[in-house]
């Protein structure tokens, strides 16, 4: 076998419902979570071996991972529901305690010789499961060095990434018989619509009725095509990357700064100058809607997103200065980050329902240029995932999503405070110019990456 080359195989599969029973109801989904395609985001986390405990084996390991799991479905029951499409062909959510399927798998791989820099070779339909049913799927897998690694697909119409965050950190206090620190709320109510609407006038140019989407086509041969890929970023390069994008006048966050630099790097891999560029930012709206009348979105349970982009010419995106990048990447994001943006959208929603719509930018540039989308993992509780035989030495989303646009998750790295580690879905032709040109900035994750200093496996 070469190395990097591995198979899995899945022993036992188990379906884990809450611990207590629960009545069966109906939790419809807000108009915000009407805005997403049925797709589904996955994130996993590699453990060494614990050395520390000689009782901790595999199975116990197991036990536990189960055991914490039915305790937090009780208060997360609609991650143990399922999807199911209404007389008026909305999709809405059964909370009948299905449960949650749970696979136990073993690799034939160390730890150490993961090349998790390849995403669609070492975790994609091997480390994290498939979703056949159900909100939620877990796969647990045994490596032959005995290290562990925990896997969640979930639906994205239930959970974006700041609920699938959530859920993450109560099943780890479950697992250490910690109090959860965080309740999800699944008030439905807060996301109403208006009774006397107003359409926010971006909304338009933002999101698209699906009926309006023209007919998929396939792709022409040999044409280029998105891949996954994982790269390591050190807090100097983002701090230079950040002052470099400041130098107009203007701060702007570390988030801005990769996105435009990003930005920049993808319109000088296109070969046509003339065509533009799109690329979009993914934003969280709770911090909006919260505040007024003491409403408080911390805790609410479930999409609160918009998706705004900026459309600039690939020529002007190669030539300007990153500040400038930078500027245009601000611009297009202040029409998205107010409290009026969001209700609006709410609004827009609940003008076309049954009628389905998806972000603009989710099905590309099409004959406008390329496109891609930037969201923003910061809240990545990549050190807080602590099943109680240590926290990980390495954590991702892992996010093909399946439209026609890229993909970019930056997100904190577990092994050295203020680095990032990068998730990229991007065309194959993008990543290869990306690595040529700016390889030093974006290195290729490995082992070295990883807390494995001094970790030997038995």
Same mark, same amino acid.
């Given at each position: 076998?070469?190395?990097? /080359? ?6 036992? &599969?188990?379906?884990? *419902? ?5 009545? /069966? ?26 050395? =520390? ?5 595999? !199975? ?7 055991? !914490? ?5 009780? !208060?997360?029951?609609?991650? *143990? ?8 062909? /909305? ?23 993961? $090349? ?54 109560? #099943? ?19 996301? =109403? ?42 807090? &100097? ?6 002052? /470099? ?88 994001? &202040? ?53 109680? #035989? ?49 390889? =030093?900035?974006? $290195? ?15």
């Amino acid at each position: 076998m070469d190395r990097g /080359e591995f198979s899995v195989i899945v022993h036992r &599969k188990d379906i884990i *419902a809450a611990l207590l029973p629960l009545q /069966e109801h109906w939790v419809p989904l807000s108009n915000l979570d009407l805005l997403l395609p049925p797709i589904d985001v996955g994130v996993f986390f590699c453990y060494k071996k614990p050395t =520390n405990e000689k009782s901790l084996t595999f !199975s116990s390991m197991v036990s536990t991972l189960k055991k !914490s799991l039915a305790q937090s479905l009780v !208060s997360y029951y609609v991650l *143990a529901g399922e999807v199911v499409v209404n007389s008026v062909g /909305e999709p809405e959510l059964l909370c009948n305690n299905r449960g949650v399927d749970f696979l136990e798998a073993y690799a034939n791989i160390e730890l150490r010789e993961l $090349q998790l820099y390849n995403p669609d070779a070492s975790v994609e339909g091997k480390l994290v499961p498939k979703k056949e049913e159900g909100v939620l799927c877990v796969q647990v897998t045994e490596l032959k060095c005995g290290s562990a690694i925990v896997a969640c697909t979930f639906d994205h119409r239930i959970a974006d990434a700041y609920s699938a965050n959530m859920f993450l950190v109560a #099943w780890a206090e479950m697992a250490q018989s910690k109090p959860m620190s965080t309740y999800p709320s699944f008030r439905r109510s807060l996301l =109403n619509a208006r009774r006397l609407s107003s359409t926010d006038p971006i909304t338009d140019g933002l999101f698209v009725p699906v009926s309006s989407l023209p007919p998929p086509s396939d792709p022409e041969p040999g044409a280029d095509h998105l891949i996954s890929r994982i790269y390591y970023m050190t807090a &100097k390069d983002i701090d230079q990357l950040q002052a /470099e994008a400041s130098n107009g006048g203007s701060r702007r966050s570390k988030l801005e700064s990769l996105s435009a630099y990003i930005w920049k790097l993808v319109a000088k891999s296109e070969k046509d100058g003339s065509k533009r560029c799109n690329m979009g930012t993914v934003v969280d709206g709770r911090t909006r809607l919260s505040g007024e009348g003491g409403l408080s979105m911390t805790n609410y349970f479930g999409n609160v997103l918009s998706m705004p982009f900026g459309n600039e010419s690939v020529e002007e995106l190669r030539t300007k200065p990153l500040s400038w990048v930078a500027g245009a990447v601000h611009e297009y994001l &202040k029409g998205a980050v107010t409290k009026e943006h969001f209700l609006g959208l709410i609004d827009w929603v609940e003008a076309r329902r049954p009628e389905l719509a998806v972000a603009k930018i989710y099905i590309g540039g099409g004959k406008d240029g390329t496109a891609f989308v930037v969201s923003s993992g910061q809240r990545f509780p990549v050190t807080k995932v602590d099943f109680g #035989w240590g926290r990980p030495v390495f954590g991702s989303y892992h996010f093909p999503w399946g439209g026609e646009a890229g993909y970019v998750m930056p997100m904190p790295s577990a092994s050295r405070e203020g680095d990032w580690v990068i998730y990229m879905h991007l065309m194959k032709g993008q990543l290869e110019f990306l690595e040529a040109n700016a390889g =030093n900035m974006f $290195q290729p994750l490995t082992a070295d990456h990883l807390d494995l200093v001094g970790y030997m496996c038995n």
